[in-house]
Structures are given as structure tokens and as C-alpha cells.
């Protein structure tokens, strides 16, 4: 079965078996030959199911279906649900939860142990899932470079260009955004962090996914001293357990 996890900026894409998924493939849907890109890949195994999740507007996703539907391929959309293999989602109404969120659950519940699930993807999100299953709820922030680029629009004296966002103490404008920026997630993780000890009575492992997760592993490892474990396709995951494969 194809599993596809449509984003705001990219789609991922992975052949899954019971065995696991295979090499994750991304493409970014702005581009001009995406369409035919995707329809290449997909012509690997024709005629074949398919699971789609979107958080992408709806004309990026008829897009990818009518591709889909070229090859014969009849895809089946995922959505939140209240329950679903072993998570007990804290919204009451389902609908209000983002589909990646609620496959990141799943994804983490798949692994067993209490998670807080971080996907630093177009958002930064942030979801608290207990060993029995259970949702506690989550957080959405803003991600990094909204974060630059929101900051610089509303005062432009600040654009000098894209920074050094690795730097201890800048000593240029470029960098003190970038390094400022990317404190900004992390500390908004670390907050989350602290919150989900107190919650939960003790720690529990973190889960990143999303494009810029491996940035961001090593400084959460030493900082918060916690197991941390990166996904690439964390969403693609969730699909597989959502369709059954996992």
C-alpha cells in the first residue's frame, strides 16, 4: 500500500508492507513538474491501495488524487477519530485535531511508554500522550522560520539576511534573529517539557518528527537529559497503524 502524508509544503510518500515501511520519498508540491514527479513514483506499483493524509489546502490535494486516480490507484483519506488502536484522543470533537497530530499519536503509541510528540514541521506541535493511551492534550506554536520571517515583516530593519542560527551570542543582526528564533522552539519545547513531568508524575520520552527535528534533537538531548527519538517519517508511521499495517 502507498502511504502519503500531504503537507503544507511537502509531500511524503513510502511503500508500506507488514514488514514496515520502505524508503520515504518528499517532494515539495510548489514545484512545477511535481505532478509528474509523483506520478513516476507511484508507476513503481500501479493499481494498488492507498492511504492519504492532508493538512494541505484542498486544491493540493485534488491534485495529488487525480494523480493517483490516473494510475488506478483508489486512495483512502485518513481522519481523526475519537479512538483508534489504543489512543484516547483529550478534543472533544475530533475534527478539531490536525490529521498529522492525531497519526503522530498513533505512531507513538505503536512504540509503547508515555511520549511527548514534537513535529517541527510548517507549525511547531506539540502533543502529550500517556502510557495507557491516553491524550492529554497539546500545543501548536509557530516554527522557526515563521518565526524569522514574522520578525523581520514587522520590522524591517531587522532583514539583513538569513543568519547563523547555531551561534551561543550573535555579534550581527543576521544571526542574533536566527539564533533568537531558534531558541524560541526549543524553549518552547523545554516549557512543554517541564509541564508534562508535572502531569504525568515523571518524565516521559520525546518523539520528534518534521523537517527540521534532527536540528534540534541533540540540544533537547542535553538540555532535558530525556530519551529522545526522531522519526522521518513520523506521520507515514501514524498511516501505517491508521491502515492496519502496523
Not at 506539540?126 to 520590522?155: K, N, P, T, Y
Not at 532583514?159 to 518552547?188: K, N, P, Y
Request: aromatic share 6%; with cysteine.
Amino acid at each position: 500500500m502507498w502511504l502519503l502524508d500531504l503537507g503544507n509544503t511537502r509531500l511524503k510518500l513510502a511503500w508500506a508492507e507488514a514488514a514496515g515501511l520502505g524508503p520515504v520519498s518528499a517532494l515539495a508540491h510548489g514545484e512545477p513538474d511535481f505532478e509528474a514527479r509523483l506520478a513516476r513514483l507511484l508507476a513503481s506499483r500501479p493499481a494498488t491501495p492507498a492511504c492519504i493524509a492532508s493538512v494541505a489546502p484542498a486544491g493540493v490535494r485534488l491534485r495529488v488524487e487525480a494523480v493517483l486516480q490516473s494510475l488506478g490507484i483508489v486512495p483512502r483519506r485518513a481522519e481523526t477519530r475519537a479512538e483508534c488502536a489504543g489512543v484516547r484522543i483529550a478534543y472533544a470533537d475530533p475534527a478539531r485535531l490536525g490529521v498529522d497530530r492525531f497519526l503522530g499519536l498513533l505512531a507513538a503509541r505503536r512504540r509503547g511508554g508515555d511520549w511527548l510528540v514534537a513535529s517541527f514541521g510548517s507549525a511547531l506541535t506539540l502533543d502529550l500522550l500517556d502510557a495507557r493511551g491516553r491524550h492529554r492534550g497539546g500545543l501548536i506554536g509557530i516554527a522557526e522560520q515563521h518565526q524569522r520571517a514574522a520578525l523581520v515583516e514587522r520590522f524591517p530593519a531587522l532583514q539583513r539576511g538569513f543568519g547563523e542560527s547555531s551561534v551561543a551570542w550573535a555579534t550581527d543582526t543576521a544571526d542574533a534573529v536566527a539564533a533568537g528564533a531558534r531558541r524560541q522552539a526549543l524553549g518552547f519545547v523545554m516549557a512543554a517539557w517541564d509541564d508534562a513531568c508535572a502531569e504525568l508524575g515523571h518524565p516521559p520520552r520525546l518523539l520528534l518528527g518534521g523537517g527540521d527535528a534532527l536540528r534540534h534533537a541533540d540540544a533537547l538531548r542535553r538540555r532535558l537529559g530525556a530519551e529522545v527519538a526522531l522519526s522521518e517519517g513520523l506521520v507515514l508511521e501514524g498511516l501505517a497503524v491508521f491502515a492496519g499495517l502496523a
